[in-house]
């Protein structure tokens, strides 16, 4: 799930990552969006996952989007998950 604009919808999460799942290496792709903050800590708390609950897929994250522009560029987020 890639290039997408999340953005404080007033929910407690912007993605839920619920592949469930029992083995402990899954995960699902979500790089290249904009979790309207490009801080891995502010990051982290808008997703809900493997760490939230350990029968949910990891949620990689890696790359995010600089800003909320659509064609905006994605840069390294360091201490990614």
Known sequence: MNRNLFGNNG??????AG??????????NVM???WGSGNVSDIKKRIFDFDD???HAIAR???VKIN???????????GFH
Not at 11 to 16: F, G, K, N, P, T
Not at 19 to 28: F, S, W, Y
Not at 68 to 78: E, P, Q, R, Y
């Open 11 to 16: 929910l407690d999460y912007e993605l839920v």
């Open 19 to 28: 592949i469930r799942t029992a083995k402990l290496n899954t995960a699902i």
């Open 32 to 34: 290249e969006n904009w």
């Open 53 to 55: 609950w350990n029968n």
């Open 61 to 63: 994250f890696r790359y």
């Open 68 to 78: 909320s522009g659509f064609w905006t560029n994605c840069k390294l987020a360091l």
